[in-house]
């Protein structure tokens, strides 16, 4: 499986449009390190102080996500990018250059022979400055290609670790896209030993399948848009790496789930409409299986739930599905607690001794829980939304371990006021999806033991690994 690194470049492009003031750029800013994605690529600075006070802002509240400075093509503007951006956890220089014969002649009054010059010596300087330096090839689709492979190659060889290739006009279809990608990595051995971007637009909509081609010629890196145009949807590329990821051997570090959450508070906050695509739905329990149905009929909704099952384990789940399904048809939503029940059941590396929940109107929600590991036990305490929420950052916080939450519910199993709740967690961790279930008359601890249960089995294949 490739891990996908995403680099959003919805600052950059809002600053040409004028789009954003302060305040929403920062909260996109934030949103974007909130949702883990691996960059976020500013605005070239210009001579006004805002701009470096802007960067310079950003650099004390992000804290997970790189930030990625471009340094134009003078050394004075490279010195004063780096200082904008040097306090931040994961600065990164960026050195954009054009490399068509129109673009280097009318807009950076270069001949080619210069340009070569300059991106050598931005690059190093660059490196001198910051450890993690990108070369970005503006124009790369409507250079000539022996001079693209040249100014790639100087661009390594100064110290750039990572590449990025642009189809900025639009003029190459998905699979031309993925084949121009291939042809460079045949004449650019070196493309190999760096980190490789793709930047596609969109003005066809076709950018997302542009930049599965390119991962697939074997770029790792995708630049994306949470809101605007211009590039790939950030929405629309996760999603595709949702349903298709595991046959595409791709997976994300985004959190998908909080992105759409992000996604629907941006609108409030901004009061317009950031048009993504729409979240994968929730299984739809109009959709029922019952004991006529096939070994394969049942993979088939096994897999649209999002899981990959082995032979023994689909087995495990089609005995347990022909048990139910012998009283009543069987919903989607009761076939994924059959999967989380059933499927890859592992010794418990994560065993819960105690908790205690402390809630209520006015107090802040604590979470106070003890884990056995190895025989030792650990006592954590944490703070959250709710008792569930609280509980899940308590187990986080012992574990030292976290995944995104892909789907948790509860649904009653008996009926009265001593109900019984069976608790449905998610977990996905690269690209792969982990359930675990929970039963007890009490929700809280049916979450925390159907968390536990999914969290087990990660551990479980990551030592096996």
Known sequence: MKKISITDITLRRAAEGG????KEKLEVAKA???????????PPLTENKADSVFVKTLA?????????????????????????????????????????????????????????????????????????????ATDASRAERDYLCQAIRAAIQAGAGSVSICDTAGILLPEEFGAFLKELYEKIPELRDVFVKVVCDDALELAGASAVQALG?????????LMGTGAPKLRTLCGIVQHRGESLGLFTAVKITELDRTLQRLNRFMGVEIKEAAAPAAPDDSVTYDSQDSIAAVAEGVKALGYDLSEDDLAKVY??????????????????????????????????????INSGNIITTTACLKLRHQEESQEVISTGDGPIDAAFKAM????????????????????????????????????RLYS????????VSAAIRAYLGALNKIVYEENEA
């Open 396 to 431: 986080e916080s012992a574990t030292g371990r976290h995944y995104e939450l892909e789907d948790f519910h509860i649904d009653a199993v008996t009926e009265g006021k001593e109900a019984i709740g069976r608790a449905i967690v998610r977990l996905r961790s690269e690209g």
């Open 60 to 136: 004390s509240l992000i804290h997970n996500t790189a930030l990625a400075q471009p340094v134009g093509l003078t050394a004075d503007s490279a010195r004063r990018a780096w200082e904008a951006v040097c306090k931040a956890d994961r600065p990164r220089l960026i050195v954009d250059a054009p490399v068509s014969s129109v673009q280097m002649e009318y807009i950076a009054r270069k001949k080619p022979e210069a340009m070569l010059e300059t991106i050598k010596d931005q690059v190093s300087l660059c490196v001198s400055m910051c450890p993690d330096v990108e070369f970005c």
């Open 19 to 22: 789009q954003l003031g302060f």
């Open 319 to 356: 005995e347990e599905f022909l048990r139910l399904a012998a009283r009543k048809p069987v919903s989607r939503r009761e076939l994924d607690a059959i999967v989380a029940a059933s499927a890859m059941q592992v010794p418990a590396a994560y065993a819960l001794e105690s908790y205690v």
């Open 32 to 42: 974007l390190d909130k949702i883990n994605v691996s960059a976020i690529e500013l």
């Open 436 to 443: 675990g279930s929970g039963v007890s008359t009490d929700i």
């Open 217 to 225: 010629a074997g770029a790792s890196g995708v630049k994306t848009c």
